[in-house]
Nanobody
Framework: QVQLVESGGGLVQAGGSLRLSCAALGRTFSSYAMGWFRQAPGKEREFVAGISRNPEITSYTDSVKGRFTISRDNAKNTVYLQMNSLKPEDTAVYYC?????????????????WGQGTQVTVSS
């Protein structure tokens, strides 16, 4: 059974940093893209960042470019999201996901496996 376990969320002041982790259990995902999405209350789930099976290939939504960094450790079957210079508008539940293929897609439909989500709250 595949399970994605997220950690690292919490409450932080604007300008602060958090590092999210997502450990994949039950299967090796080194051949697949992985992504982070977020969903704020009353809004649709949106793509935040993705990393290809080639860890040098990454993609970010415009609003987080230069502030967030996605990385992966295939030996640990884990993906990370380093979030710096956080803003109140970054407040959301953050989800990690494993893609269907090795290349990044920004659509949630391209990710068959999802974590349970971790809350990130940025206070002003």
């Amino acid at each position: 059974q595949v399970q994605l376990v997220e950690s690292g969320g919490g409450l932080v002041q604007a300008g602060g940093s958090l590092r999210l982790s997502c450990a994949a259990l039950g299967r090796t995902f080194s051949s697949y893209a992985m992504g982070w999405f977020r969903q704020a209350p009353g809004k649709e789930r949106e793509f935040v960042a993705g990393i290809s099976r080639n860890p040098e290939i990454t993609s970010y939504t415009d609003s987080v470019k230069g502030r967030f960094t996605i990385s992966r450790d295939n030996a640990k079957n884990t993906v990370y999201l380093q979030m710096n210079s956080l803003k109140p508008e970054d407040t959301a539940v953050y989800y990690c996901a494993v893609g269907q293929f090795g290349s990044i897609t920004t659509s949630p439909k391209g990710y068959p496996y999802w974590g349970q989500g971790t809350q990130v709250t940025v206070s002003s």
